[in-house]
């Protein structure tokens, strides 16, 4: 692992939770984007190296929208970079983690992720991420 490289944060209202974020941290976010594949509205905001992102369901089968209603609103999960993250997930399985994807999907921010299983990472659901390198 390189560093944390962003916390996520479920809200029910990214409009509400910008304005929250925004007066907390003193930056506006630099990015909105929505995932569809996830069903959520992402925003970024950049605090030192660390990023925080909140995330808001934009249909009910989203895993945010399962995960607000069966814990409320909260940090969601911990981000960490890797250098490849295929090698990474062949790692972490052969370590005893379990892999809640077997193969890297396309994330926001420019990101290929794949997710830990909590029961594997003390209760915390675990995102292992790479940039999606240009080709040049």
Known sequence: MLKVEHIGIAVKSI???????????????Y???AVESEGVLTSFFKV????????????????IAKFIAKKGEGIHH?????????EA????????FELLNTT??????????AFLHPKTTAGV??????????NS
């Open 15 to 29: 409009a509400d939770a910008n304005r929250l974020y925004e007066t907390l941290l003193q930056v506006a976010p």
């Open 31 to 33: 990015k909105t984007e």
């Open 89 to 96: 997930m062949q790692r972490l399985a052969a370590e005893g």
């Open 125 to 134: 659901l675990v995102e292992i991420c790479q940039e999606i390198k240009k």
């Open 104 to 113: 890297p999907k396309k994330g926001a921010d420019n990101k290929l992720v």
């Open 78 to 86: 911990i981000a960490y970079e890797v250098a490849n993250i295929e």
């Open 48 to 63: 030192g190296d660390t990023k925080i992102e909140l995330l808001e369901a934009t249909n009910e089968q989203s895993p």
